[in-house]
């Protein structure tokens, strides 16, 4: 069976059932200073084989689902997610309850 990956470069808005892969380089917790410290997201930077990086941004409610399968350096394939708009930038979000499946390779 032929999986197809979509690279981070041909990622609009919207909803992708296919899979894209990617090297996660780094995450970070961003965190508010005006809340005393309250977790706001899950911050990564991301590069596909076409050397195309993007900023990736988890929104701390579904930071959890993902938080303990990160490591830096590691290739991860990911599957069933939406892009959406986030100011000048993209990020994707985790479907429900369709469900995203993140996996290291």
């Given amino acids: 069976m032929v999986i197809y990956s979509i ?6 808005v919207g909803r992708y ?3 894209t892969e990617f090297h ?5 917790e961003a965190r508010s200073v ?6 706001m997201s899950l911050d990564m930077i991301l590069i596909d084989k076409n050397s195309t990086v ?3 941004s988890v929104n701390a ?3 959890f ?14 599957s ?3 892009v959406m708009r986030s100011s000048s930038n993209f990020r994707w979000m985790p479907l429900f309850p369709f469900g995203s499946i993140m996996k290291p390779l």
């Fill in 7 to 12: 690279l981070l470069a041909d990622l609009k």
């Fill in 17 to 19: 059932s296919n899979t």
């Fill in 24 to 28: 996660l380089l780094r995450f970070w």
């Fill in 34 to 39: 005006r809340k005393g410290g309250e977790l």
């Fill in 54 to 56: 993007i900023q990736d």
């Fill in 61 to 63: 409610n579904r930071q």
């Fill in 65 to 78: 689902m993902f938080r303990q399968r990160l490591s830096e350096r590691s290739v991860y394939r990911l």
């Fill in 80 to 82: 069933g997610f939406d």
